[in-house]
């Protein structure tokens, strides 16, 4: 056995706790995960074998024979992050329209006046496949260093067959080229082209752009931006059915400015994820837990816009945690899934323990991935080593770099020189 072995971890972070959180006080204490102290996790052939007490792990698993050891001394052990919902791949710079907004201008005078997602389809229209690329693996590179494992890139930025399989390419192949997974989401549906009706560009995406997105086989996901004077709950029901009908599981941006339906939608069709959800109600959450569909926050977005954040009341009723992803796009411009944890607590109330957890297993569970987001027997070997001994830190210590050491499938991928020695 060649196996990688992190030991004498101050704190690991094994995943959710298995006994209801509903259980705790309110708010919730941190027992919504599981960790273990003084503990050692073992992984070989990309795989967690084991968890458990440092010392007897390191009987079983001799340091000396592992083709990897890792001192975790006064640190702590995370599953590595998951970002479930990015818009990561894309060209030119907005940052002007980060000063309007200051300005008092509301994002969707914006995007009327042909900014915002508009602009950046002109900007990766005229870009091509190779620098689109690059552009991503620099990204990549960026959020690996910040503890990503896996993460999320949506299309989008095309608005037509040509451009949407351009960028569904260059995810592609940014992703066999790095470390972290990259889950692979069309999202045609993210806005109306300039001149076109959004009756007749529904059609062109369910009609040309799905067909060819099929027959490429790169996309897992299909996305649609179900909102006010975008897409429709019609419109955004035939896109999503079609791509169902193409292998393509759903996922909706929904009720974000808004609240059109696009939550219970979301439950009508059994999406993976419904994101946003700034508007719904407590009987659309109901609806969504009961369908399965994992709820995404993106307390980035109203960071970035300075709007409202999503309210925990409905989840914490139920006893669940939401998943939380970064939003990273020309519009909301963090890649750190530690600030999104920050957020999570500061401007949606959760404890930091949930927030953890939200950016691990309930992230992984909004990709449909259930071998990633926790460190336990049969799990990925994905993990990240923080300089502070206790995931407390992560979103408490918000403008620090916290990330040593990022393992990936038992590699060492990242590593950073220890500050203490």
Do not use: W
């Amino acid at each position: 056995m060649s196996y990688t072995i992190v030991h004498d971890a101050s704190e690991l972070v094994v995943g959710p706790a298995e006994h209801d959180p509903k259980a705790s006080a309110d708010p919730p204490a941190e027992s919504v995960l599981e960790t273990q102290t003084d503990a050692a996790v073992v992984i070989d052939e990309g795989t967690v074998v084991e968890t458990g007490p440092s010392d007897a792990l390191t009987r079983e698993y001799p340091l000396e024979n592992a083709a990897t050891a890792i001192d975790a001394s006064g640190r702590c052990v995370l599953p590595g992050f998951v970002d479930c919902h990015t818009h990561a791949l894309f060209a030119g710079d907005r940052s002007d329209e980060f000063a309007a907004k200051l300005r008092g201008k509301e994002y969707q005078e914006i995007l009327e006046d042909g900014g915002g997602i508009l602009r950046t389809v002109r900007a990766v229209r005229s870009t091509n496949e190779d620098e689109l690329v690059e552009r991503l693996l620099d990204v990549l590179d960026r959020m690996l260093a910040r503890g990503t494992t896996t993460v999320e890139v949506k299309s989008g930025y095309g608005l037509d067959t040509e451009t949407e399989l351009r960028m569904l390419s260059a995810i592609d192949r940014a992703a066999e080229r790095h470390p972290i997974d990259v889950a692979p989401t069309f999202m045609g549906a993210h806005a109306v082209p300039e001149g076109r009706d959004a009756d007749e560009y529904a059609d062109a995406v369910v009609d040309e752009q799905l067909p060819a997105v099929a027959e490429q086989g790169v996309a897992e996901f299909c996305d649609v931006f179900c909102e006010a004077g975008v897409f429709t709950v019609e419109q955004s029901r035939r896109i999503l059915e079609a791509g169902a009908e193409y292998g393509l599981t759903p996922k909706i941006h929904a009720d974000e400015f808004e609240n059109l339906g696009g939550a219970r939608l979301a439950a009508d069709l059994s999406a993976a994820s419904a994101d946003h959800l700034l508007q719904s109600t407590d009987d659309d959450v109901a609806a969504l837990l009961e369908a399965g569909v994992t709820p995404v926050l993106l307390p980035g977005t109203a960071f970035g816009l300075g709007g409202e954040y999503p309210g925990l009341a409905p989840y914490r009723e139920r006893g669940v945690v939401p998943a939380v992803g970064s939003d990273f796009n020309p519009n909301c411009y963090a890649l750190s899934m530690g600030f999104a944890a920050t957020l999570a607590c500061v401007g949606v109330g959760m404890t930091p323990g949930e927030a953890i957890l939200s950016i691990t297993d309930r992230a992984a569970a909004a990709l449909d991935r259930s071998d990633v987001g926790r460190l336990e027997a049969g799990s990925a070997g994905d993990l990240v080593v923080l300089e502070r001994p206790s995931y407390r830190h992560l979103p408490y210590a918000y403008d620090a770099t916290l990330v040593e050491t990022v393992v990936k499938g038992g590699d060492v991928v990242e590593r950073r020189a220890r500050t203490d020695e």
